[in-house]
């Protein structure tokens, strides 16, 4: 079973920062797809950027140059550094880990349980 936790969100105003992490534990988490998520009230989910195992990243046309994925394997954590934060940013931002199919073939996909971005303007 793998496990995700999120932290570092909050309350900022428009054009400041935040950094997200994600700790990840019970599997192999270099082995791990990584990403992050959002979803605002009346929304589907959306992908905001995510990182492969191998260090590849993509990010949604409406983050791109703000916003920043990395993993650091030593410590199983994934980060999103968020710059010049706009309020269209707010949401509830979710970690996701996708296991390799070699270490699961019945679950390959977990979630964590978000956490709040508010940005005022």
């Known amino acids: 079973q793998v496990q995700l936790v999120e932290s570092g969100g909050g309350l900022v105003q428009a054009g400041g920062s935040l950094r997200l992490s994600c700790a990840a534990s019970g599997s192999i988490f270099r082995a791990n797809n990584m990403g992050w998520y959002r979803q605002a009230p009346g929304n589907q989910r959306e992908l905001v950027a995510a990182?492969?195992?191998?260090?590849?990243?993509n990010y949604s046309d409406s983050v791109k140059g703000r916003f920043t994925i990395s993993r650091d394997n030593a410590k199983n954590t994934v980060y999103l550094q968020m710059n010049s934060l706009k309020p269209e940013d707010t949401a509830v931002y979710f970690c996701?880990?996708?296991?390799?199919?070699?270490?699961?073939?019945?679950?390959?996909?977990?979630w964590g349980q978000g956490t709040q971005v508010t940005v005022s303007s």
């Open positions: 990182i492969t195992s191998g260090g590849s990243t």
């Open positions: 996701k880990a996708e296991v390799p199919p070699w270490w699961s073939s019945t679950r390959r996909h977990y």
